[in-house]
């Protein structure tokens, strides 16, 4: 058993002395050192059948002969290491070069600047509020009362302070109207914040953008064709709008709005869309007016509330909206 390890170590480090690189490096370190073949392993194996005089000299013959081995191939690798390194150029010129970093706008920040533009041409100014406000703004003043369902600690992150973090952009319509005698004609893109799960969906953190108009003959059918006009401009022609009753405390009537769109596809047929809820909107409740001290036999309103996100994952094909938030590089680069 001593023998057969000195001539195995022998035939080891000849052969790994001639080996040429890693790969056969590897085969060799395989052949003898392989934990289920191994010439090695099967020499330690034979340890089992010895008596017990024999053992502990041919144990130890054939333990020194693994660590030899081993130390061997890994001479060799650093030799083989060097030898490379030395043959390769300095500066690799077949390496295609790094890109230079190119910065792009977000694609929920383009989505508020289209949006915004297109209102803008529409005649409207931008207004903001605070993301930070109280029950009043965000609730009452907006015709909600406070055991509304809304207003429960599920769906509102209250702050320490009993301030809030506002649940959407409709306290900026009441801020505007506070601070400006009519006619108004708003936009106000901003964060909101709901204790909402985080899936496909939604995000606890989310932009709107509302849309606030009085006159004192502000109609529905204002409202009607000021969004069908958006619609079109925005998702082109073919795109179409649909309202849908709904309910805000703060609107009456109130609807939900749908936008169909039809897309050019490669290979040049024209694809119809299903209905997508983009907003909410309606008719400003007088109690509303009434609130800011508007006079609400003199004068009407209407607003929206839209989410770009929503928009965005439309515009892009993106199904999962949490993309939009989690700044992935490699996400946000496809739009630069
Ligand atoms: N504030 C409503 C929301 O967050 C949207 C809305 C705005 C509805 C304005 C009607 C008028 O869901």
Do not use: C
Not at 65 to 76: D, S, T
Not at 242 to 255: I, V
Not at 275 to 294: F, K, R
């Amino acid at each position: 058993m001593i023998d057969e390890a000195s001539r195995l170590e022998a035939d080891a480090l000849a052969v790994i002395a001639q080996a040429g690189d890693h790969a056969e490096l590897e085969r060799i370190r395989t052949l003898y050192l392989g934990r289920r073949d191994g010439l090695v392993s099967g020499l330690l194996r034979g340890l089992g059948r010895m008596s017990p005089e024999d053992r502990p000299a041919a144990g130890a013959a054939a333990n020194a002969l693994k660590v030899a081995v081993a130390e061997a191939l890994e001479g060799r690798r650093a030799e083989l290491e060097a030898t490379t390194a030395l043959a390769r150029p300095a500066v690799d010129l077949t390496l295609p070069p790094r890109r230079r970093w190119r910065g792009s706008v977000h694609p929920v920040s383009r989505a508020i600047a289209d949006i915004w533009a297109i209102f803008r041409s529409l005649g409207f100014t931008r207004a903001r509020g605070p993301e930070v406000d109280t029950e009043w703004y965000n609730f009452v003043a907006l015709n909600t009362p406070l055991d509304h369902p809304a207003t429960d600690e599920q769906d509102t992150l209250y702050l320490a302070s009993g301030m809030l973090l506002r649940s959407h952009t409709s306290p900026v319509q009441i801020r505007t109207m506070e601070e400006y005698a009519p006619p108004i004609r708003i936009i106000a893109p901003g964060m909101v914040y709901r204790r909402d799960t985080y899936d496909a969906t939604h995000t606890p953190a989310f932009a709107q953008i509302e849309g606030l108009v009085v006159d004192e003959l502000a109609t529905f059918v204002d409202l009607k064709a000021t969004l069908a006009e958006f619609v079109r401009r925005f998702w082109g022609p073919a795109a179409q709008v649909r309202f849908r009753p709904s309910f805000f405390p703060f609107t009456e009537p109130s609807a939900e709005v749908d936008v169909k769109r039809v897309i050019e596809r490669s290979d040049g047929r024209r694809e119809e869309k299903g209905w997508i809820e983009i907003m909410g909107a309606g008719m400003v409740d007088p109690a509303v007016l009434e609130n800011v001290g508007y006079d609400p036999e003199r004068y009407t309103g209407w607003a929206f509330g839209m989410g770009p996100a929503r928009v965005a994952m439309l515009r892009h094909g993106v199904a999962d909206i949490r993309a939009f938030y989690e700044n992935d590089m490699r996400f946000l680069a496809q739009f630069a």
